[in-house]
Structures are given as C-alpha cells and as structure tokens.
C-alpha cells in the first residue's frame, strides 16, 4: 500500500520518522513521502524530511503547551501551507494517506483531527490516522485530550488505527525512555502492513493487494494491529504450527491495543519465505481469527519476505466494543470529571461540561 505520512506533533513526527526509516532500511519503497508538522520548532529539527511550522504568530514556535483547543485553532490557520507541503507527495499513485499523532499531548491530539478533515475534503484516497493513547500512568490532562482527540479522529478519518503506548512498554522503564523502542515496534508492525499490500511481480497469486488492507479497514471506527513473529522450521511442512502459535500470539497477546480481539473484520498476513509458508496452517489460522474475532470477514495473503522468520500479522477493523477501549474512556471521563471539579471549585462559572466523552458507540 503505497502511503503519504503526516506526522503531526512530537510523538507524531518522531514515530513517523521511524516509519520512513523502516521502510528504507527494508527497502519497502511503500512509504511516498513524509510530512512533519508541529507548533513547537525544536521538534521539528531532527525530522529528515520536509516540515511545517504552524503557529507562529500566536505560540512563536514555542508549542501549545498541551492545550488542543489551540492546537485545532493553529492547524485551521495554517491549513494551507500543510496542504502545500504535501502537494508533491500524494501522487497517482498513492494508496492512502496517514495521520500520524499522539493523542494525549496539544499540537497532535488537537491538529489531527482538523487536518483529517480537510485531506478528506481534497483526495480520494482514504485519509486514515495513526493514533497514539497515553500510557495509563500520565497525566489527567492526557487522558481527556486523548479521549476527545480519539473521538474526533475516529469520526473524520475513514479509520483511526489505535496504538496503546502501555502494550508496547517493557518493565523497568519510564515511558519517555521506553519511547525509540515502542516507536520502533509500531514502525516493524505498521511498515510491514504498509509493505503487505504492494503487489509482488512473480510471486504467489495469494499475496495480498493493497484494496485488501482497505477493504478491511472499510466499516472506519477503530482499527488495531497485531504481531508476532518465530523462527522459520526448514520446511512448510515444518511451519504448519510456528503459524497457528504466531498467529495466537499476534491476536492475544501482540495487538496495539491490547485485548482488543472482537471485530468486525480482520485480516491475517503471513510473511516469510514463500516456499516455507504452510498452506494448511495458514487455512487453519484463518478459521480461528474468525472464531476468536468473531468476524464473518476474514481476508489473507503472504507477504514474500527473505527472511529466517516467520510472522503474523492481524489487522483488525471495527474494534470499538473492546474492553481496552472502554477501560480507557472511563479513565478520560474520570479524568475529566475531576477537572472539572477542580474548576468549578476556583471558579464556578467556568466550569466545562464532559458530555463529549460519552461512550463511543
Ligand atoms: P504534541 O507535540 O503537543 O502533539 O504532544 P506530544 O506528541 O508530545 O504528545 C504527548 C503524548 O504522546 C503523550 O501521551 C506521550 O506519551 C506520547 N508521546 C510523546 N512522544 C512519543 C513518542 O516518541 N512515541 C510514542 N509512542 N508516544 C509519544
């Protein structure tokens, strides 16, 4: 699926320059272009590619200090000059265009969903967004940006692919330091879907296309990502359980939103050396995604892919009743009730209402 990136915020350009570097290194040549965008200047200076400093005559370069209502404000202003940046990039040729931001912070949680929209209004190609969640341990501010932000972006784009910093963190380590390696894990995990849907001359016909990816994000809401990945048996014979465990593994234990296992479609990519992936295993791990996901569209495909490894890769459309999802938007509710409070208590004229955080579905 050939892609345009927009990475919007600190979280947002970061994790998309670890996309861009994924792809080179493996030589996908399925990320088109890249675009970072952010209110805060010093953000953007170590982005290898070109960028956009919105803002600048209300925040002077210096960020939106976690208010997403100023972050929606600045995107709005400086909408053109975006658009402008990515002219060159969205080609005939591209499949898709990405939305990549941190849903918790200013700039990201509140300019993405702004920019959703108008890329929407403008190409044809489905505008989706990669969005981050905040770890459960962060601020409450976090929580309630990224519970509105997370509403907003799931309604604009045509999916909202849902990355929970927690799934990805290892014990023993602060979030901030955890950062390169989560980013790193979501770059393998969304690179290889991106790469999953290009077609491959030559090879197998049960290689995936990229209008299956589409296909399954096609009811929009919210998507999830699953992997995991062992080491290759020396025959497809071999494999035939190394692809039932991975796939296992990817769904209840490997997906960017963790728990999230009930969909309404799903797709399940296997990559790994053609001739070592085992037909019948990867028949049979399709027949349990469907059971396990309970969805009645279950698509699949290889990915050709020279490598010692195995992996599986779920994608998932339509994961909005997953408990994970709930579990979080009680916590941005509770978040922002407290807040609330707190405002009403200094000021009890002032106090905002948190209506916007009622339940998803
Ligand atoms: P913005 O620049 O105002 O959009 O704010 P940030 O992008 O810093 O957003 C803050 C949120 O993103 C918080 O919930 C952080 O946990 C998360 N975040 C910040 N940097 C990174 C990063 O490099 N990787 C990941 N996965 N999350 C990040």
Do not use: C
């Amino acid at each position: 699926m050939k892609t345009v990136l927009i990475g919007v915020g600190q979280a947002g350009g970061k994790l998309t320059r670890a996309l861009v570097d994924f792809d080179e290194r493996m030589e996908f040549g399925a990320v088109l272009g890249a675009v970072g965008v952010n209110s805060a200047k010093a953000d953007l200076r170590e982005l290898p590619f070109e960028t956009v400093l919105i803002g600048q005559d209300r925040v002077k370069g210096h960020g939106v200090g976690g208010d997403n209502e100023l972050g929606a404000a600045v995107m709005d202003a400086d909408r053109r000059e975006v658009l402008s940046a990515l002219d060159g990039s969205v080609t005939a040729e591209a499949d898709a265009v990405f939305v990549v931001a941190g849903l918790g912070g200013g700039t990201g949680s509140g300019g993405a969903p702004v920019l959703v929209r108008e890329l929407k209004r403008i190409y044809d190609v489905p505008v989706y967004a990669l969005g981050v969640l905040p770890g459960r341990d962060e601020g409450a501010m976090y929580q309630v940006n990224a519970g509105r932000s997370l509403k907003t972006v799931a309604r604009e784009a045509d999916s909202l692919l849902l990355v929970d910093n927690d799934a990805f963190r290892s014990s023993g380590e602060s979030l901030e330091q955890g950062f390169d390696a989560i980013n790193d894990a979501i770059a393998r995990r969304v690179g290889l879907l991106f790469a999953s849907g290009e077609a491959v001359e030559g090879v197998a016909e049960s290689v995936v296309d990229s209008s299956e990816v589409i296909n399954t994000l096609r009811s929009g809401g919210i998507a999830a990502l699953g992997y995991a990945a062992a080491e290759s048996a020396e025959t497809a014979e071999g494999n035939i359980n190394t692809v039932m465990s991975t796939t296992r593994r990817a769904l209840l234990t490997g997906t960017s939103l963790p728990e999230a296992s009930k969909s309404d479609s799903a797709l399940l990519v296997i990559a790994g050396e053609p001739d070592k992936i085992p037909r019948k295993g990867v028949e049979r791990a399709r027949r349990w995604v469907e059971e396990e996901t309970g969805s009645l569209q279950v698509r699949g495909g290889d990915f050709p892919l020279d490598s010692g490894r195995i992996a599986s890769l779920v994608l998932l459309g339509g994961v909005e009743r997953s408990d994970r999802l709930e579990a979080f938007m009680q916590r941005a509710r509770d978040a922002a009730t407290e807040a609330d409070e707190a405002e009403a208590r200094e000021d009890p004229a002032d106090a905002w209402s948190n209506d916007e955080l009622d339940d998803l579905i």
